[in-house]
């Protein structure tokens, strides 16, 4: 399915062109109407991927069989991750077999480029879950922001007063992650804002299901994240918050999410139980409970080398900023972060050929020969993070 086409004008080794393969017999008649538009194919093993679907004027999604060689059956994956909007052509290139970063054309810079994982650590998870076919959607973003945060600590420390000084202040930067719950809702919660509130019976199914990055049973009730959670946040183009217990933060640390881990200490018990009867949310019952189990929290929160970081929340506005700072987005650092375009403005037409961990978009002119200017460059050496939130550490430069 790669193709030749002739040494790069750079001056290395040549490199193999995996631009647009539309018209492949048998795929197109395969799929029909289905994938009319644009699509490409990539072989790894045994296995074609073919990616495609929508044109200019269709609103259909970009969407992923696979031919498996092997029984010489066409497979429908289930395919997580946000799929990408129809684009006017994309083109695929494997990396290390495990995933394909594909380059859309004339779309936003938010949204081309992106990465169909095949067999990462979260693709392999949900495989296992499934016992099924899945492949996942995960863009790409330059650089090393974006990391997701995970707050922790226990019942009363101040978790959900710090997260929402974070989310006044910077509204555009920090998406909260909403989490599933199957306790009741408190008086002023609402449905779909502070949790998405459901039954015992429906979340077990739908952990079964594998809908879910990380759950657990806290304080008698079941609390989860989706990954649709932590979508909805990562599309949004904002940095992913999550309040979770530690249990939750020991398997986000184990997943492929890749979060800052941030641990909130309470200056003595004493005070963590004053500001948990001072909420007046809880019965007396549920008060002990919470700071029974805030005993085994603090002991395993201090010493597991789960947590990135140790805040205590004495004077809450000293906590706020060492948070803040912690975070990198105190003083003058938080207005360039917020500038901080995290997408890659690539002209509308353009060829792609890759060279080691290096892809290199030409679109100088359609013959490569002639362009020896305009070149984008994509640096993937370094790829953090993926699916269920982005693909951090794509270093782009121009070559003039
Ligand atoms: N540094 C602080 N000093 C005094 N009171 C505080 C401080 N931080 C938070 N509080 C108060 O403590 C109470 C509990 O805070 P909060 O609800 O944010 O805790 P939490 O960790 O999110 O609890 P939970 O895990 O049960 O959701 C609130 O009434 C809040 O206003
Ligand atoms: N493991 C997870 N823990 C979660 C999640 N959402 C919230 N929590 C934790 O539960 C307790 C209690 O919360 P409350 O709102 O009932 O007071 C607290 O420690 C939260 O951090 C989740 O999705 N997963």
Request: proline share 4%.
């Amino acid at each position: 399915m790669l193709h030749w086409r002739h040494s790069c004008s750079m001056g290395e080794a040549p490199a193999f062109i995996v631009d647009d393969l539309q018209n492949q017999i048998g795929f197109e008649n395969e799929f029909g109407s289905k994938f009319k538009g644009c699509k490409t194919t990539t072989t790894i093993g045994d296995k074609t991927y073919v990616i495609g679907g929508g044109n200019d004027e269709s609103t259909l999604p970009v969407e992923v069989r696979i031919f498996d060689k092997a029984t010489g059956n066409w497979v429908t994956p289930i395919v997580l991750g946000s799929k990408p909007n129809s684009c006017k052509g994309l083109s695929a290139i494997s990396l290390n077999d495990d995933r394909i970063l594909i380059v859309k054309k004339g779309s936003a810079p938010d949204d081309c480029i992106l990465f169909l994982e095949l067999d990462t650590w979260f693709v392999r998870e949900q495989k296992k879950i499934r016992g099924t076919e899945v492949v996942a959607w995960s863009k790409g973003v330059r650089g090393d922001a974006e990391k997701p945060v995970v707050i922790s600590g226990p019942s009363g420390v101040g978790k959900g007063t710090l997260i929402s000084m974070l989310m006044k202040e910077f509204p555009s930067m920090f998406g909260f992650s909403v989490s599933h719950t199957t306790r009741a809702p408190r008086g002023m919660e609402e449905d779909g804002v502070h949790y998405h509130f459901t039954e015992q019976s429906i979340m077990e199914k739908e952990i079964k299901d594998g809908k879910f990055v990380e759950y657990a049973s806290v304080h008698g009730n079941l609390y989860g994240t989706s990954i649709e959670a932590v979508e909805v946040v990562t599309d949004a183009g904002k940095r992913c918050i999550l309040d979770i217990d530690v249990q939750g933060a020991r398997s986000v640390r184990a997943s492929s999410l890749e979060a800052i881990l941030i641990f909130i200490c309470p200056p003595s018990m004493e005070e963590l139980e004053t500001r948990l009867r001072s909420r007046r949310t809880e019965t007396e019952e549920q008060i002990l409970k919470r700071l029974q189990n805030a005993e085994v929290e603090m002991e395993q929160g201090k010493s597991s080398g789960i947590f990135d970081h140790i805040l205590y929340n004495d004077n809450l506005d000293d906590c706020y900023e060492s948070l803040k700072k912690l975070l990198g987005i105190d003083g003058a650092a938080a207005a360039t972060q917020i500038s901080v375009p995290q997408g890659i403005d690539l002209p509308a037409d353009h060829s792609v050929s890759k060279m080691d961990n290096k892809i290199i978009i030409n679109y100088g002119t359609p013959e490569l020969e002639k362009a020896s200017k305009s070149l984008i460059v994509l640096d993937v050496s370094s790829l953090k993070g993926g699916a269920p939130g982005r693909t951090r550490g794509l270093d782009v430069y121009a070559i003039d």
